[in-house]
């Protein structure tokens, strides 16, 4: 019976911080732009890099 009680409160414990880190993340803004960060690969120029030689 302790292990049912004690597997209770560890979820809930769990499901609480989970509940509090997606709270925290709306808060700060991740979830203000989902669509461009999309697009962004299709619009960024390519940088070169120059290869060095190896010995």
């Not at 302790?2 to 997606?22: C, D, K, N, P, W």
């Not at 960060?37 to 070169?48: I, K, S």
């Amino acid at each position: 019976m302790f292990v049912i009680v004690l597997l209770i409160f560890l979820s809930l414990v769990l499901a609480t911080g989970f509940l509090g880190a997606f709270i925290w993340a709306v808060n700060s803004g991740q979830y203000k732009d989902t669509y461009t960060p999309a697009l962004r690969v299709l619009t960024e120029e390519e940088t070169t890099t120059k290869e060095t030689p190896k010995h």
